[in-house]
């Protein structure tokens, strides 16, 4: 198993947001996932340009921080869906500011990516 070198920095609410949530798409996911893609299949095509172990990582990595449950289906094709948790949901808010600041601001915002 893999040991970060660099100790994790816990001593304050937004170092410990930042170790739970960094992830290029955890973001993406709880939003795509509250809004009713919960397939794995369905939030790879909402999200085409990660790749798929990608994705895979990070979802069972929200499900080990209790972001998300993950429900397996016994059927003849096994089925997965993902469904957010209180603590999950709790994150709505907070990502549906960010998107709004982003497009509030996107004029400057494209300006600093070139």
Known sequence: MYEKKIPRRVDCGLHLFK????????????FYIS????????LQRK?????RRVLANQLNELVSHGFVNKAIFDTKVPKVEYVLTDLGKS???????LESWGENNRAALEKALL
Not at 47 to 51: F, L, S, V
């Open 91 to 97: 994150l709505l808010p907070i990502i549906l500011e």
């Open 47 to 51: 999200i085409c340009t990660a790749d």
């Open 19 to 30: 170790e739970l949530l960094n992830g290029k798409w955890k973001l993406m996911l709880i």
């Open 35 to 42: 809004a009713g893609f919960k397939r794995p299949g369905e």
